[in-house]
């Protein structure tokens, strides 16, 4: 028979409760644990859903956006706000009106590299630009700024100084197409130019009406240096676009297709259309700040046929003085501050006076080599680019044959 154990049942008896509490606790934390899972899968599944919508109307927005360029940087910001251009107007420091800003009518912009040596010659041909139409830009590759504040127009132009720099470097590094896209047309001019006979607002009425991208006005055969006889004035002409050479090496006649028989202008006074310079800045390189090369290729900037749409002017016409300017200097120049004596005449008085080895400067035949070693760079750069990319089409490659022989 067995004996029933007291003890044991009072000790189940009172651990029964305990195993009940922690029974019930444990059913808590479960329940606790698997509602807030619930009630958190379902805000995971409210804001997955809520993205989801999101990115449906991102993507559509994209895909009706897709086709609208924005410049690099500026992504993050809405469209209206971002101002892609500029221009060189000068802004009053108070008192400045925000009525008629945009419609004012659009101007061209004069930029030419100076030295003070030519500031009487600088002077007349900035006369002859009236500044209701022209904003004036000075290159000061002298340093010298201060000096021209005497003129009436000074205070107006706009004046960047960099020494013993060419004109090319300044327009590479402060004529970016985004700055000038206001300015109907861009003339980049040396500064040793007569313009006795020029009248800007007859030449870009001419230009307009030629359809002509990038011009240049003819050079006056009898009191010019012409170095390249396209740019020689043809009397009796409105326009020229081709030269006709029968003798010697490079030939020129009807058949020629490429430059320098056509579709050429020098460097010397170029004027650009804004689309044709927003091209042409792009292949003046940072480092060559000579340029020479660059005229051979000015014809894929014509936007279009460069036989046609570039051009010289003949009925407003200048003359090319080939004064010795940037890396040409003559210590105690002879009649340097003489008055009622011209930039040329005292150029060749200063030639027959005969300055000293000592008193004068000549490094033009450094730069001349210089250039002349950056037109070969160029060459190479070009060449290695047409044949590096291959989506580019040449547009003028059907003329090949007549580039190797005309």
């Known amino acids: 028979m067995k004996t029933f154990n007291y003890g044991s049942a009072l000790s189940d008896s009172k651990s ?13 934390i479960c329940g606790a644990y698997f509602i807030s899972t619930a009630l958190t899968s379902e805000e995971y599944k409210e804001r997955e859903s809520r993205w989801k919508m999101i990115n449906i109307l991102q993507n559509a927005k994209s895909n009706k956006c897709m086709e609208q360029c924005r410049a690099p940087g500026s992504e993050a910001l809405p469209k209206g706000i971002v101002a892609e251009t500029s221009n060189l107007e000068m802004r009053p420091l108070w008192s400045y009106s925000m009525e008629n800003v945009d419609s004012k009518k659009s101007k061209s912009l004069l930029t030419i590299a100076v030295g003070i040596k030519q500031k009487d010659i600088v002077d007349r041909i900035v006369k002859k630009f009236p500044s209701s139409d022209f904003v004036v830009m000075l290159f000061h590759y002298d340093g010298a700024v201060d000096e021209w504040s005497d003129l009436d127009w000074s205070n107006k132009a706009i004046h960047v100084s960099a020494v013993n720099q060419t004109k090319w470097w300044f327009a590479k590094r402060f004529l970016h197409p985004n700055i000038v896209a206001e300015y109907k047309y861009i003339f980049l001019w040396d500064e040793d130019l007569g313009a006795e006979h020029f009248n800007p607002k007859r030449y870009l009425t001419i230009v307009e009406d030629e359809g002509l991208e990038i011009s240049q006005p003819a050079l006056d055969p009898d009191k010019s240096e012409v170095h390249h006889q396209i740019t020689a004035r043809r009397r009796k002409s409105r326009v020229h676009r081709r030269i006709y050479k029968f003798k010697g090496s490079g030939r020129c006649d009807n058949h020629s297709t490429a430059p320098p028989c056509i579709g050429w202008v020098e460097l010397m006074a170029p004027v650009f259309s804004r689309a044709a310079w927003r091209c042409a800045w792009y292949m003046i390189q940072n480092d060559l700040i000579h340029a020479w090369g660059l005229d051979k290729q000015l014809g894929y900037c014509a936007q279009g046929d460069r036989m046609k749409n570039v051009g010289v002017v ?79 089409v040449d547009p003028f490659k059907q003329y090949s044959f007549n580039q190797s022989t005309h």
């Open 16 to 28: 029964r409760p305990c195993f009940c509490s922690l029974f019930v606790v444990a059913s808590l």
């Open 314 to 392: 003949d009925a407003e016409y200048i003359v090319h003085l080939g004064l010795p300017t940037l890396g040409f200097k003559v210590e105690n120049e002879f009649n340097a501050t003489q008055p009622n004596v011209t930039q040329k005449e005292r150029y060749y008085n200063s030639e027959t006076s005969a300055p000293s080895e000592s008193q004068k400067v000549d490094n033009r035949p450094e730069i001349r080599r210089q250039s002349f070693i950056e037109m070969q760079i160029f060459q190479k750069r070009w060449e290695s680019a047409v044949k590096e990319d291959k989506c580019w």
